[in-house]
């Protein structure tokens, strides 16, 4: 099954740090979504981005699409113990729009 | 209902038992997604319905696995002979559309355990 390359793994923080994830592919993809996971639970989805350098802001999360719709960052200003989870992304890729490939995640703990 | 719903949330089962997982997707969903989740594996696609096409089962590991989605609205996932690989939770997402563009609402889950 492909994978999108999530990273990194796991992160663990100090509440009030920013960080940033990232996920790659060498393929283009036609749209892109990130995810949040708690456990115990399925999937949130957060926000889903589809034109390439396109930027999307939900509070302190910023998600940025590549340019050449590689690859996408989500980044989250000023870390919360509530922020944590697991950090999903899933994409399309074109001609194939009804089937998400899904990356590992990043396992994200923020400490009080 | 006003989201995904899937029961039971836990199933223990013995190997070579058969199993019935079932997912009740959102009103007026019209597609209906089954993943699987393993630790380290990420999610793995099962199966998708959309409206009264035929289900895509590319993604179903062997025969011991179906699904069937009745109305197109509730739908089960059946495992036949369960064995310890199986262990994992079973995700159920429904979306509108079937478009990806509109995401997806996910259920909480089956753990099912083959002991």
């Known amino acids: 099954t492909q994978l999108l390359e999530q990273s990194p793994q796991f992160l663990s923080i100090q509440e009030g740090e920013n960080l940033t994830v990232y996920c790659n592919s060498s393929?283009?993809?036609?749209?892109l979504q990130w995810y949040r996971q708690e456990p115990g639970e399925g999937p949130v989805l957060l926000v889903t981005?589809?034109?390439g350098g396109e930027v999307k802001k939900l509070k302190r999360l910023t998600f940025q699409f590549g340019d050449a719709r590689k690859d996408s960052s989500l980044h989250i200003t000023a870390a919360q113990p509530g922020d944590t989870g697991l950090y999903l992304c899933?994409?399309?890729?074109?001609?194939?729009?009804?089937?998400?490939?899904w990356g590992l995640g990043t396992s994200l703990a923020v400490n009080p | 209902g006003a989201g995904v719903s899937q029961s039971p949330s836990n199933k223990v089962t013995e190997k070579g038992k058969d199993v019935e997982l079932r997912c009740d997707p959102i009103?007026?969903?019209?597609?209906l997604y089954w993943y699987r989740q393993s630790l380290g594996q990420g999610l793995e696609f099962l199966i998708y319905?959309?409206?009264?096409?035929?289900?895509?089962k590319s993604g179903l590991p062997s025969d011991r696995f179906s699904a069937e989605r009745t109305g197109g609205s509730v739908s089960t996932l059946t495992i036949q002979r369960t064995q310890q690989e199986d262990s994992a939770v079973y995700l159920c997402?429904?979306?509108?559309?079937?478009?990806?563009?509109?995401?997806?609402?996910f259920g909480s889950g089956t753990r099912l355990t083959v002991v």
């Open positions: 981005v589809v034109t």
């Open positions: 393929s283009v993809f036609s749209s």
């Open positions: 899933a994409g399309s890729y074109p001609g194939n729009n009804r089937k998400l490939i």
């Open positions: 997402a429904s979306s509108s559309g079937g478009r990806e563009l509109y995401g997806y609402t």
């Open positions: 009103s007026g969903h019209t597609a």
């Open positions: 319905f959309q409206g009264n096409s035929a289900p895509d």
